[in-house]
């Protein structure tokens, strides 16, 4: 089975790596081609909004800004990628679901059936999901052409910021989906309008734009505010069981809070702490002392197990410096952490691996065995002193637990 399946991926396999040169080539010529002035200046969709999140907070705005815009046939459009995203035009029919069990950046990867330490099964990224579709086009001099019939997609900003992808939206009056490929919820609409009705103008968008603005930043707050609290159990034996947030977010997944919440804890010795993954459409870690850079795993297929990609840079740095034979890695894989839940030294190795809350995996289509919603350290023995821990897939996303 794990033979047939192999066989199977291997156009993925070659979408794997082997995409990571050409798309890098193809940021180079469109940052290249970007500087070449527009005569006109097309509507802009942004994909996040680094600008409004508020000092002091490490949010994200998984949101396209605005989430719904009205063309006609024949304009040409333009997505702004501001965070870590894709903009994605899809033709009408599947659901998002579908659309991202097709095309999402993760998949279950069906012929490893050893567990992860954490317990999980294997989860692969779609390395195709981070790329341009098609290629080559985007520039204000080449937009893309958007005809209803295939997908356009900006790709991810993998190595720096991309250029704003230009589209040419030739398809006929319909609905269209606007998805992140990334980011489960995090969707909008094309509409486009037969030329006698109304589409969105440059003062429309910017109403639009500035209402979202509003409404994410309250529900940013709300959600920040409802999780910085620490739920506490008294066990039996006298000892505490803490209950905190690794992330969290709005509930209509528009704004993502990545942080830990409460950031700092404090406890006694031989107490444990349980992180939970309230964030409907973010993935997260709970590492212990420092990043690892685990959170993406190079594999190569053999058999039933999948083994640990060969480093070709020392320290390799991320999938790029791992080989299989000589070639690319054939998987990336997310984190599935080291399997050590108990913490009793500042220097003492901990990864819970990739923790999603059911939300998240349901919006790949993920089976629930694909990550673990909640993760619990135990700090029995522990030395009284500091412990730093993170998330090795967001920066700037820690916190510490003081046990005393
Ligand atoms: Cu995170």
Not at 98 to 115: N, T, V, W, Y
Not at 172 to 181: E, S, T, W
């Amino acid at each position: 089975m794990a033979r047939a399946a192999s066989h199977v991926r291997q156009p993925l396999r070659r979408i794997g790596v082997a995409a990571i040169a050409s798309g890098l080539l193809l940021v180079t010529q469109s940052l290249a081609a970007a500087s070449v002035a527009a005569s006109t200046v097309p509507l802009t969709i942004t994909a996040d909004r680094p600008a409004a999140v508020p000092t002091g907070h490490n949010w994200a705005y998984n949101d396209f800004f605005p989430r719904t815009i009205s063309v006609h046939q024949g304009a040409t459009i333009q997505f702004a990628i501001e965070g870590f995203h894709t903009a994605t035009l899809v033709p009408p029919g599947p659901g998002p679901t579908s659309i991202r069990r097709a095309m999402g950046l993760l998949k279950p990867d069906g012929d490893d059936i050893a567990a992860n330490p954490n317990g999980s099964t294997h989860t692969q990224i779609n390395m195709g999901a981070l790329f341009p579709v098609p290629g080559g086009c985007g520039s204000t001099a080449h937009p893309c052409t958007f005809d209803g019939s295939s997908p356009v997609s900006s790709g991810a900003p993998l190595a720096g910021p991309i250029a704003p992808l230009n589209v040419k939206v030739t398809a006929k009056a319909g609905f269209y989906r606007l998805v992140c490929l990334i980011h489960p919820q995090m969707q909008g609409w094309l509409v486009v309008v037969p030329s006698e009705f109304h589409a969105t103008t440059a003062a429309d968008l910017a109403t639009q734009v500035s209402t979202q603005i509003a409404s994410d930043r309250a529900a940013g707050y709300a959600a920040e505010a409802a999780a910085n609290r620490a739920g506490v159990h008294l066990n039996a034996d006298g000892t505490r069981t803490w209950t905190i947030s690794a992330g969290t977010g709005s509930p209509n997944g528009h704004v993502t809070v990545l942080e830990m919440l409460p950031r700092n804890l404090s406890i006694r010795k031989g107490d444990k702490v349980t992180w939970v993954s309230r964030a409907t459409n973010e993935p997260h870690t709970v590492t212990f002392p420092r990043d690892l850079h685990t959170d993406m795993v190079a594999l190569c297929e053999s058999g039933a197990t999948d083994v640990p990609a060969i480093p070709t840079v020392t320290p390799p740095t991320g999938p790029q410096d791992f080989s299989c034979g000589g070639g690319p890695p054939d998987e990336v894989e997310f984190d599935g952490g080291n399997g050590v839940s108990r913490v009793t030294s500042r220097t003492m190795v901990s990864d819970s691996g990739v923790i999603a809350s059911s939300a998240e995996l349901a919006g790949f289509g993920l089976p629930s065995s694909a990550a673990r919603t909640r993760w619990t350290v135990s700090f029995v023995g522990a030395s009284r002193t500091t412990y730093h821990y993170l998330c090795q897939i967001h920066a700037g996303m820690v916190g510490t637990i003081v046990v005393h």
